[in-house]
Nanobody, 127 residues
């Protein structure tokens, strides 16, 4: 059974930090691609950051570039999203998604390319 379990969300003041975790099981982690997406209340889902676990390539949306860092721990089958300098506009439910294969730069940002999704974790940034 495939599982993606997010954790680490919470309430933080603007300028603070949180680290989200996405623990994966049920598929070959070393070959996968992981994306973090978010959806704020009343808004469409948007991409945040992505990593190709096989080669360590990382990508960031402009809105989080320089503030968020995505990384993977292959021994733990876990991807992390370190979020620093948080802003109220970062408030959203954050989801991790996994594709069982390598996604190149042309498609890694595309939600439809991902095979599995986690249940989401709420991040709230107060001003």
């Amino acid at each position: 059974e495939v599982q993606l379990v997010e954790s680490g969300g919470g309430l933080v003041q603007a300028g603070g930090s949180l680290r989200l975790s996405c623990a994966a099981s049920g598929f070959t982690f070393d070959d996968c691609s992981i994306g973090w997406f978010r959806q704020a209340s009343g808004k469409e889902r948007e991409g945040v950051s992505y990593i190709s676990v096989s080669d360590g390539s990382t990508y960031y949306e402009d809105s989080v570039k320089g503030r968020f860092t995505i990384s993977s721990d292959n021994a733990k089958n876990t991807v992390y999203l370190q979020m620093d300098s948080l802003k109220p506009e970062d408030t959203a439910v954050y989801y991790c998604a996994a594709a069982e294969h390598f996604l190149d730069t042309t498609v890694i940002i595309t939600p439809e390319e991902y095979d599995y999704w986690g249940q989401g974790t709420q991040v709230t940034v107060s001003s």
